[in-house]
């Protein structure tokens, strides 16, 4: 396959995803967070646990709106820092009990939009979905 054509596939399948995230957590979140701390919750769930860098990075924010974003999130009490033993200057970030709690509701909510997507799929085409993300997952969003 021709790396051109295969790039602007990758590209409408990116364009793809991010309509389908929107519509699958539309309204999925407490209404006493930002849509931006939603996504910064996000992240930590799946990834926990995360330095700020690695939110900085990953949410394409400054340093700066990273760190008053984590301290907001620390203040309702949805993230826990965890200090470095050998440098006190660095944390890892966790969710909180009461975080876990707010996503997991979340995730519940985007689950049932997800199954309504899928409701009418065969058996061998959720196998070819779940084949599918497997192969995306290790080739192209290790």
């Known amino acids: 396959m021709d790396n051109k054509a ?13 309509r ?12 006493s967070i930002t849509p931006v701390q939603y996504k910064i919750l996000e992240y ?5 646990p ?13 340093m700066p709106n990273t760190s008053r974003e984590l301290k907001k999130l620390s203040e309702k009490n949805l993230i826990e820092k965890i200090s470095n033993t050998d440098d006190r200057r660095k944390q890892s970030i966790c969710l909180s009990k009461e975080g876990e709690a707010m996503m997991h509701e979340a995730f519940a909510t985007v689950e049932l939009r997800f199954l309504d997507r899928i409701q009418n799929a065969s058996k061998e085409d959720l196998q070819e979905i779940d084949q599918a993300l497997d192969v995306l997952q290790s080739k192209l969003f290790y």
């Not at 295969?6 to 991010?18: G, W």
């Not at 995360?50 to 400054?62: A, G, N, R």
């Open 6 to 18: 295969l790039f602007n596939k990758c590209i409408t399948l990116l364009t793809s995803v991010h």
């Open 20 to 31: 389908v995230t929107h519509e699958l957590t539309q309204n999925a979140k407490s209404e």
């Open 50 to 62: 995360v330095t700020p860098s690695e939110i900085s990075d990953c949410q394409h924010m400054s």
């Open 44 to 48: 930590i769930t799946v990834s926990q």
